[in-house]
């Protein structure tokens, strides 16, 4: 694929505007465990290191070297849709923004807050099945379809995409594994059917990836980054699956009662 106007706009003034949210998320995210750690037990550590290699993740495929060779090379693309749509929404959710917020928040403003978290609209869009079908669904148009290489000749386009793989990667995610309190649970046994259906519908894309390559991709470079996305994904799909049967194990696992005998 030939150079773009994506590839030239992505200069140091375009790497900060892109940065810039994750900035902000950083430094939102120090302050708000500063104050809750003036009220509660101290916010742990790991917490914190979660939420900046997240935010290294998602940094890493919008700017430095793996998002400028992505402009023409699908291998570094799907690289970065590995960092960007995968392991950065985990590492996120295991960071639970939200319970630090409700933490930091006056009593009155969390109940506002939880209200708002257990409204219509963000009961749907959390639910398993309908982000999973914004995650997965979203690949599978992106690359069976123009709009992969339509983003790579509109910067609106371009950074459109990369929202949406993000939030539809976090969104599943947290509809899987329950770290932030959520309103509207689904059994360990829902998710369990969903995750497995999604992780082979991932497995299906790259698949086709491989076999079908998107518009404007050579063959070469769609069969190393369909192996790129099948296994890379896998590495991140088993701390998921980890992760989410250690929370199911905890919850199933009998409770020990202590009976004192007379």
């Known amino acids: 694929m030939e150079h773009n106007h994506v590839h030239h706009a992505s ?3 375009g790497d900060l505007l892109l940065a810039l949210p994750f900035v902000l998320a950083v430094i939102i995210y120090i302050l708000l465990g500063w104050v809750s750690n003036r009220r509660h037990k101290r916010w742990p550590i790991y917490r914190y290191l979660s939420l900046f290699f997240g935010v290294l993740s998602a940094s890493m495929a919008l700017m430095g070297p793996i998002a400028k060779l992505a402009h023409e090379n699908f291998i570094a693309h799907m690289v970065g849709h590995l960092l960007l749509g995968m392991l950065a929404p985990l590492l996120f959710v295991l960071a ?4 630090l917020v409700m933490r ?9 807050l939880s209200r708002i978290l257990k409204s ?3 009961s749907i869009y959390c639910h398993p099945v309908a982000a999973s079908i914004l995650n ?3 690949l599978w148009v992106l690359y069976t379809t123009e709009l992969y290489s339509g983003m790579q ?3 609106l386009l371009h950074i459109v995409v990369h929202v949406h793989v993000f939030l539809a990667g976090y969104l599943y995610t947290i509809s899987i594994l329950y770290i932030d309190p959520v309103p509207h649970r689904c059994s360990y046994t829902f998710r369990a059917v969903v995750l497995i259906l ?3 519908a991932h497995g299906i894309i790259s698949k086709y990836i491989y076999a079908h390559p998107p518009v404007g991709v050579p063959r070469e470079q769609a069969e190393m980054g369909g192996m790129v996305m099948y296994y890379g994904g896998d590495m991140v799909e088993l ?6 049967c250690r929370q199911w194990y905890k919850a199933a696992r009998p409770r020990t009662v202590l009976s004192i005998t007379p």
Request: net charge positive; aromatic share 8%; hydrophobic share 60%.
């Open 11 to 13: 200069g140091l003034a």
């Open 96 to 99: 639970a923004p939200m319970t």
């Open 104 to 112: 930091t928040l006056s009593v009155g403003a969390a109940r506002r």
């Open 120 to 122: 219509f609209p963000v």
């Open 136 to 138: 997965i669904g979203g």
């Open 153 to 155: 000749s509109n910067l």
């Open 198 to 200: 999604s992780l082979a």
């Open 239 to 244: 701390v998921l699956i980890f992760l989410f």
